[in-house]
């Protein structure tokens, strides 16, 4: 049996490492917050981006937020990486455990301190699920508005540390625009609080830094959210296109006319097979692309808002359009869009889903551009489309066990994000860099970019003791990176971190 | 943006020239907002050479514009396309410039609704103190692609790169709008945005000032006349109601304008920012409160302390505006948020080249 202090015989340095953190850590922590036994740290070793798994040295799951700060303060000093996790729904590897690290897990952080019905403001634990706080909030009528599909695991640190968006962020914003203060602890455990009650902070506007910094500058236990009045209807319109081109245009119309849609989404045929096959909402399966455009609002605004949207539409050239009659009906809309994910997974083994964002103007481009990789790396890709935003989720079909299909699958991947920056876009619209981008920061930022991010993560973090290795390469990664790129290469286990 | 470019080499040249010189650089668009902030030091960098709109595609709802560019210019051209900034930035003149906008920070009347300067910004180019020219976040609305160092740049005041671009994300003007005024004193006020701020309301701005609410909807036309009718009050005549809305975003309400006479008596002019539903706060003087009442307009004679112990008690911070700067401008943060803001300030520019002591003493 394993216990923290059998360190008299010679054991291998990483076991002797793994011995003196778990003896610091339970001589400071009630023994039950604190999992080393392997067959107790497994369910950590990785986050939803299954393919990289490492096992931790420790996983620490505290109760209280002097624990937190007891758990940084003794990683700081001994210098050991610690790395923040929420519900585990990332899928960049954000909450990957590093080998000579700690996870520290804010699972345990899941109560909803306050629900301000007066202010419109809900006051919750870090570990609380996305979903838990509309429901929270929904007696007062209110609703919190970012809706990452994962919304009924993924947790708010999580979302705070990813900058979550979802399907309603083009009129609703992102997690940041829904956020007014987060409270947490930096690296060395001392206390600290970005943003106020108010909607400006003091100074800098250091919140916008730490939302999306993927855990790497300070560990967040609570958040202060905005919660908006839910709007008294929605409804949607579900129109199909004969090319990907009026599609594409149909959307730049729509903004063209001055119209905000609650949500703006795309699925390629491919794509609306899959999910037809899977839910079984009479999508239209001859369609070449299928637009989902929902107004919500006051009834008289959403009348008036479906109205300019049809004839819009209409205009743009759409071959079918159906208008949600009730509340089922638009559910029915949604069903095939919210399980675009494990309806691939129903059709192919394995998929590895990429997240990049493009200027929507260049979305026929860039569908025809993976129209060529799939005959280029022999692989299938079917897509969905965040069309008000640009943010694009193909999703590469492949199956792992099979020889050489993950490697062209990440090939295939790279190549999509490459894309998207030439087209003026970026590498990830909302899942994060993680691990699982960190090759592609090397094609979206310069040296002198890269170098500056990693300034910033100093100001904050000097030892780097926080989720090391993550969102910022290295030069000599990026180096490498840029060599096999240029010959084309095969790239060996390209998502482990090289230190 | 090509560093070879004329204009931004010159600029690149005289950071080098002040790092060389220990020397400090005063960044300056229009010079329309050199009364905010602690006062201006060092040789003024002119970035008005960096002028232009670079791209501007309405159905991406974003335009990617040069720092030098005059804020009116900026407006007109969205205007033309039926777009515009929802967030009203100030206009102290028709000099201020789009990076003067986002290095203040200041958004106006309808912030409360539809977000600040920061929530608009998606990418910036920057001159750091080192003399790289450095570009983050995009032209595109989702981007979580590394920190998000470009709506650090809104309300930085310049102290740590100068803006030579950015990229803004831009809205349809609304189709319909209407003013409504109404009776009311302070604590009804309060208590009556309270409760329209949490229903399904087009709320896009309100202000409330010498005993009368004012508050603008603004959304679709059916929306906007449904809330007319169950808000009730008095329609204001639309230019009446422009004039009054650009008033108060521009400041020239005479509410915010102190006189030597009043400056001599020790009047100042404070921008309270605290929790919308805070309790009435308690100073000698007078005060115009907007954004659903999470900012207060004071104009008092009260002692900083005073001030600044209100706005924390309502759970906000306050800064001085106008009148005599003895005092602190901004609100003093922790030691620990002071620390980073030293890191930050050392990241970006460590041999402190850019407006010195313009937000804070360190830095």
């Excluded at chain 2, 040069?66 to 028709?94: K, N």
């Excluded at chain 2, 409360?112 to 750091?128: F, K, Q, Y």
């Excluded at chain 2, 309301?201 to 009718?229: K, Q, T």
Aim: glycine share 10%.
């Amino acid at each position: 049996m394993n216990t923290p202090h059998q360190a008299d015989v010679q054991l291998p340095s990483r076991e002797r490492r793994q011995a003196e953190v778990v003896a610091a850590l339970c001589e400071a922590l009630p023994r039950s917050t604190v999992l080393f036994r392997h067959e107790d740290s497994t369910p950590y070793e990785c986050d939803a981006l299954t393919a990289y798994r490492i096992s931790p040295m420790a996983v620490v799951l505290p109760e209280t937020e002097t624990q937190v700060a007891a758990a940084l303060r003794i990683c700081h000093r001994m210098g050991v990486p610690i790395i923040a996790r929420g519900a585990g729904t990332g899928l960049s590897g954000g909450a990957t455990p590093h080998h000579w690290g700690v996870i520290l897990s804010l699972a345990k952080f899941n109560q909803i301190l306050k629900i301000d019905a007066d202010a419109c403001t809900a006051v919750v634990q870090s570990g609380v699920r996305n979903l838990a706080i509309s429901e929270a909030a929904a007696p007062f009528g209110l609703y919190y508005a970012p809706d990452p599909s994962s919304q009924i695991a993924c947790s708010i640190g999580g979302n705070v540390a990813e900058n979550s968006g979802g399907v309603h962020c083009l009129k609703y914003g992102l997690t940041l625009h829904n956020v007014l203060r987060v409270r947490g602890f930096m690296a060395d455990g001392e206390p600290v609080e970005f943003g106020s009650q108010a909607l400006d902070a003091a100074g800098l506007d250091l919140l916008s830094v730490v939302v999306g910094s993927e855990g790497m500058l300070a560990v967040i236990t609570e958040v202060t959210v905005k919660l908006i009045p839910k709007p008294q209807l929605a409804r949607c319109i579900m129109a199909s296109f004969g090319d990907i081109e009026s599609a594409g245009a149909a959307v730049a119309s729509v903004i063209a006319h001055g119209i905000i849609p609650a949500g703006l989404e795309l699925m390629d045929q491919a794509m609306t097979a899959a999910v037809e096959a899977f839910v079984h909402a009479d999508y239209d399966l001859d369609a070449a692309a299928i637009l989902l455009c929902e107004s919500d609002g006051t009834a008289e605004e959403v009348a008036e808002e479906i109205a300019r949207m049809e004839e819009v539409l209409n205009a743009a050239g759409a071959s079918r359009i159906e208008v949600s009659c009730d509340e089922a009906q638009r559910l029915k809309f949604w069903s095939g869009r919210k399980n675009a994910f494990p309806a691939s997974g129903s059709i192919s083994p394995d998929y590895m889903c990429m997240d990049s964002t493009i200027p929507r103007r260049r979305l026929a481009e860039m569908l025809r551009e993976i129209e060529g990789m799939q005959a280029k790396y022999g692989l299938r890709c079917v897509n969905v489309f965040h069309a008000g935003d640009g943010n694009l989720h193909p999703l590469i079909l492949f199956d792992a066990a099979a020889p050489d299909e993950m490697r062209r699958c990440e090939l295939f991947g790279a190549d999509i994000l490459e894309t998207s920056v030439r087209l003026g876009g970026t590498v990830t619209g909302e899942h994060g860099v993680g691990l699982e981008k960190l090759n592609s920061m090397c094609v979206q930022f310069a040296p002198a970019e890269r170098a500056q991010f990693l300034a910033v993560k100093h100001a904050f973090d000097p030892l780097e003791t926080l989720n090391p290795g993550k969102v910022i390469p290295t030069l000599h990664r990026c180096a490498e990176y840029g060599k096999m790129h240029v010959h084309r290469g095969m790239l060996p286990f390209p998502g482990l971190p090289r230190f | 943006m090509d560093s070879r470019e004329p204009a931004l080499a010159r600029l690149i040249d005289r950071v080098a020239a002040a790092r060389a010189g220990h020397a400090a650089l005063d960044i300056r668009g229009g010079g329309t907002k050199v009364f905010y902030g602690e006062p201006p030091r060092g040789e003024p960098l002119d970035v008005t050479p960096l002028a232009g709109i670079s791209c501007y595609e309405p159905t991406e709802l974003v335009v990617t514009v040069r720092a030098g560019t005059p804020l009116c210019e900026l407006e007109a051209a969205l205007e033309a396309q039926g777009q515009c900034l929802p967030f009203e930035p100030p206009r102290f003149s028709e000099r201020g410039t789009v990076g003067g906008m986002v290095a203040a920070g200041l958004s106006g009347p309808a912030r409360a609704s539809v977000g600040s300067v920061r929530d608009h910004v998606l990418g910036v180019t920057l001159l750091n103190g080192r003399g790289e020219v450095l570009t983050f976040g995009g032209q595109v609305a989702k981007n979580v692609a590394g920190y998000d160092v470009s709506r650090l740049m809104a309300g930085s005041l310049g102290i740590l790169g100068v803006i030579c671009e950015v990229s803004l994300k831009v809205l349809p003007i609304s189709r319909a709008a209407a003013t409504l005024s109404f009776e009311r004193d302070e604590i009804e006020a309060l208590e009556q945005l309270r409760l329209w701020a949490s229903q399904p309301l087009p709320m896009n701005a309100s202000a409330w000032h010498d005993g009368r609410l004012h508050v603008r909807l603004a959304g679709a036309a059916a929306a906007v006349s449904e809330a007319c009718r169950k808000l009730g009050g008095t329609q204001l005549a639309p230019d009446a109601a422009l004039h009054w809305w650009s008033s108060l975003r521009d400041q020239t309400e005479s509410f915010f304008a102190l006189d030597a006479a009043d400056v001599s008596r020790g009047e100042r002019l404070w921008r309270l920012s605290v929790a919308a539903t805070a309790a009435p706060v308690k100073l000698p003087g007078r005060q115009l409160i907007e954004w659903h009442g999470a900012e207060r307009w004071w104009r008092t004679s009260a002692e900083a302390r005073e001030v600044r112990a209100a706005a924390a008690l309502a759970g906000g911070h306050a800064t001085l505006i106008r009148g005599d700067k003895s005092a602190a401008v901004f609100t003093p943060v922790s030691e620990a948020l002071m620390r980073i803001h030293q890191g930050l300030k050392q990241a970006f520019d460590p041999k402190r080249v850019f407006n010195p002591g313009r937000l804070y003493a360190e830095l």
